[in-house]
Each structure stands twice: as C-alpha cells, then as structure tokens.
C-alpha cells in the first residue's frame, strides 16, 4: 500500500507558476463594485460560450458573487500592471473600483475601459474546489479592442510582457 505524500502548499503553488497565464480583472455588481485580480480563468466552451474563473472561498469576491447573477472578466494588456497591482490587493475598495475608469455592460456588470478584451457572463453554474469555488459564467456579450496590443503575463509569481520576452 503507498502512503499519499503531503503536500506543500508554496512549493504547490511555485510549481503551478511555472505554467504562464494571461491577467484578468474579474468585476461585478452586488450591493457593491468589486474587482479581483485573477489568473485562475479558462475558455470552456464554444457552444453555448462559456468560461470559468476560480475565486478563493476567503476572497471578498467569494462573498460578493453570493449577490449578483453576472460578471465580467477583463483581459489586461501589457501596460496594465498598474491595475492588476490594484485589484490584487485584499479588502474593500475605498471607491467603487478605486477610480479605475468603466463603462456598464448589457447586463448592467462594472466593464474596465483600456482592457485588450472582455467577456461579460451570466452565472450558470458553481462547483466546489477545494480551498475555492468554480464559477461558470454564460458569455453574453465579449469585445477585443482589436489592437496589436499584447497581454499581460504572469510567470513565476512575476509580471511579464511579450515585447520583453521574444
């Protein structure tokens, strides 16, 4: 019989960094705006349009999607850190999105403006994952700004860009 080996959870989490991702902005109206930096988030889907973001059980997020029927993720761009940096930080917001500029999307959801891309959802289904909760969202409506701008990366719990990459 073979003993399971414990897991360490940093060493866990330095391993998963080595898969580089793309950074989102996940936002949403409950009684308040609230944003969230996330890298957990995944295409699901193409027929119905879905996607998936991951948000930890302890996360204001958490809490906040209890309250609300939709949300949006939006793709940051490479010169978007700065907002990454914002919306990572733990607690409430002294201002609705700390004056992060938006506009209001079909289903009224808080759509960051500057973001290389967006997909607004209608939450469809929620399962259990361990230390966090996977959200399905319905895609109803999603954008590119077209541009040749490049996104934003994480690698190895850092920020990258494409342009210093290659």
Known sequence: MSEEKSVDSRS???????????????????????????????SLSLDPPLILICVAKTASMHTALAGTSSFAVNILGENQEDISTLFAKHGRMEEPLSGTPYHTGVLGTPILDGCIAFAECKIRDQFPGGDHTIIVGEVVDFASNNSDDDPLLFFKGKYRKLSKEF
Do not use: C, H, K, Q
């Not at 989490?13 to 996330?38: K, W």
């Open 12 to 42: 866990f989490r330095d391993t998963m960094g080595i898969f580089a991702t793309g950074v989102t902005v996940v936002t949403l109206e409950s009684e308040e705006l609230y944003g969230m930096t996330a890298n957990a988030f995944s």
